[in-house]
């Protein structure tokens, strides 16, 4: 077979990818196989995937049962339109069942092809709503300083990383950042209670607005990139904040969903409804595309209003039906294996592993996260949280360094982050804590 380094430079010739880096991209890999929780590259060489893909993979690779129910449907019906008049059965049970699965008082989706996709379609949603109320002046989006929620052009500007818009300002108006909870670097305002300073940020963000402009807060209940994870009563004030000044509140559960979290949806681990949810990633387990926005009650009746405008908002791919099929399946594994709870468990090693082996390391600065996703922070002092000069490179060294160990991540800038599927063993955690321990023990020469 032709290696690694000559596919990847016609790849680089026929192909624009994702987050496009010719350097990065031909110093990668073009991955020819899965098998659970390993990839495998043209050159025959074999790494753990310590990020589920992109936190997605979260079943393994080679569920036969999930490709069994993509042949099977593909086989019975490929594809028939889901414009309103018109629906599929594997997409209506998929309906059914996560009515069953997600918080109590959502009964009602819509689906996508992914997480972009329903962030632009939960943004829709929450406008649809308020100008079917009669209050057309509440549009605005407000999301969090480093959040992420995609990258088609209402999912950038509600993403909240500046990197993202560079190349593609102006940014559409009506999107507002606040203040990431980050409870490592979020500075609490002199005699704030620290549980709740970060959320009050959303209500001077509502006030400084106007009320009476502001739709959405849309949030990752632990952001993914940086697995920022909120203090004890931020979402209960969310929730309050969001309840007084009449603004609905998504949360954005495209990697915390399906089990990551060690709760099958994150929200639970507050105790706390949203309006809207959406999800993608491990509804499939990567296997296909599909994403989608949870309705509640509330938001859903405003559709069956009578005189109600159209919804006039569509994916041709909507409700897919292998994707839904493939979906249906996963969720049996999901289900049937007790993955939530594994995922809790498996979460607790790897928390303990990485504290363990790097807590005390004065270039790290911190470990956070939540069951399944986890982030290591390095920093030139500790004592400041001063960061490295990014030309140093360190969190790609690092992510090198574990690489030549087997072992592949993604990070940004100096934070690594960790996501393994949920069926991973307990010795595949132990190798991703000893590979991220070498790898900055090496760099770092501590
Ligand atoms: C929380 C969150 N929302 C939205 C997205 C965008 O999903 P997609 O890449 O499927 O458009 C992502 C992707 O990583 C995500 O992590």
Known sequence: ????????????????????????????????????????????????????????????????????????QMGELAYASGYSGNSNLRALELGERLAELVYPNIHRFFFTCGGGESTDSTIKFARYYFKAIGKPGKFKTISLTGGYHGATLAAMCATGMPAYWAAFEPRMPGFVHIPNHDRYRYVVPPGADPDTAAADELERAILAEGADTVALFIIEPV??????????????????????????????????????TGKRFALDHWGVLPDLMQFAKGITSGYVPLGGVGLSDKVAAVLERPGAEPW???????????????????????????????????????????????????????????????????????????????????GPQVLAAMRERGVITRGRGDHLYFGPPLVSSEAVVDRIVSAVAEGVHAVLQR
């Not at 032709?2 to 010739?13: F, I, P, V």
């Not at 031909?26 to 990020?51: F, H, P, T």
């Not at 080679?62 to 490709?67: I, P, V």
């Not at 249906?328 to 090693?349: H, K, P, S, T």
Request: charged share 25%; net charge neutral.
């Open 1 to 72: 077979m032709t290696s690694n380094a000559e596919l990847l430079q016609r790849d680089h010739k026929a192909l624009v990818h994702s987050l496009h880096n010719p350097a990065a991209h031909l110093a990668g890999n073009v991955w020819v196989r899965g098998e659970g929780c390993d990839l495998i590259d043209a050159d025959g060489k074999r790494y753990i995937d310590a990020m589920s893909g992109l936190w997605n993979v979260t079943l393994g690779h080679g569920r036969r049962e999930l490709a069994d129910a993509a042949a099977r």
């Open 223 to 260: 952001c993914g990139a940086g697995s920022y994870v909120p203090p004890k009563g931020y979402f209960k004030r969310v929730r309050e904040i969001c309840d007084k000044y009449d603004v609905l509140l998504a949360a954005d559960e495209v990697i915390t969903g399906f089990g990551r």
């Open 312 to 394: 006039m908002h569509a994916h041709t791919y909507s409700g897919h039906p292998v994707s839904c099929a493939v979906a249906l399946a996963a969720i049996d594994v999901l289900e049937r294996e007790g993955l939530v709870a594994r995922a809790a468990a498996l979460g607790e090693r790897l928390h303990k592993g990485l504290r363990e082996q790097l807590g005390s390391h004065p270039n790290v600065g911190d470990i956070r996260g939540l069951g399944l996703m986890a982030t290591v922070e390095l920093v030139e002092d500790r004592a400041t949280k001063k960061n490295f000069d990014v030309a140093r490179k360190i």
